[in-house]
């Protein structure tokens, strides 16, 4: 579906229709005939969409009480959208966004609305990449709270061995909490089975990392910047 922002004639395009895509890149906006991906079944790409499926299915059998408590808080918990401007969601669109983020993390979905208190901030975030062994550092502050928090970790490669920029593909998803979590972390990274070509060359590689605090109590997530590692030689 695309999406449309307005000025005195037309201000700006993303999304696809009619064959297209739009969209808007680092220079100026454009299209381009809208290409037909493959065919994704690997767990990355399945278990968000069964996420979503299963907490679609459980606003259905909420009590009329217990939606209210969705309805009422959503004017207090506004989204961006595609054009990076904040709007109000429906009761059911806040319904969706915290539950899905706690099955992710692998808590059960919230009846009723729970406000975030306290948040978690993101500060000293400090990630390498070292050749010997092959291994990923993450550190950052307040990991004292992942008693109650978990970080989302996810890692994404260059889908070849010629691409350097733009287009990732996720390819490590790792939940943190206070189970494993060590400061620094560490892990391995997934070139083996993922993306080998990315060694083949023996040239540095940007990869793309991100990181999302969920609260485990009330579904709540504070997101850090993307940032990129580059791999060793």
């Known amino acids: 579906m695309v999406q449309i922002k307005y000025s005195n004639l037309i201000q700006e395009f993303k999304g696809k229709i009619g064959g297209l895509t739009f969209k808007a890149n680092y220079t100026a906006p454009s299209s381009q005939i809208k290409s037909s991906p493959r065919k994704q079944v690997s767990n990355f790409n ?37 054009f990076g401007e904040l709007y109000t969601p429906s009761g059911f669109q806040l319904y969706m966004s915290v539950n899905s ?17 306290p948040t978690f901030v993101f500060s000293n975030v400090v990630a390498t990449w070292d050749s010997d062994p092959h291994e990923c550092h993450l550190s950052f502050d307040n990991i004292d709270m992942l008693e109650r928090w978990c970080i989302g970790l996810k890692m994404g490669m260059p889908v070849s ?38 060694f083949e060359h023996q040239i540095k590689k940007k990869c ?22 580059y791999s060793p030689l």
């Open 208 to 229: 793309s990392m991100s990181l999302n605090a969920i609260d485990s109590l009330t579904g709540h997530s504070v997101s850090y910047p993307q940032f990129y590692i």
């Open 101 to 117: 983020k706690l099955l992710y993390i692998g808590v059960d979905p919230l009846l009723e609305y729970v406000a975030p208190n």
């Open 46 to 82: 399945q278990s968000p969409k069964l996420n979503l499926s299963s907490v679609a299915q459980s606003w259905r059998n909420l009590s009329q009480a217990n939606r209210d408590t969705w309805i009422a808080a959503a004017p207090f918990n506004q989204f961006y959208n595609c």
């Open 161 to 198: 061995a010629g691409q350097s920029f733009h287009d990732y593909r996720i390819c490590t998803i790792i939940i943190l909490d206070s189970s494993n979590v060590d400061n620094p972390f560490h892990f391995a990274p997934p070139y083996n089975s993922h993306y080998p070509l990315i």
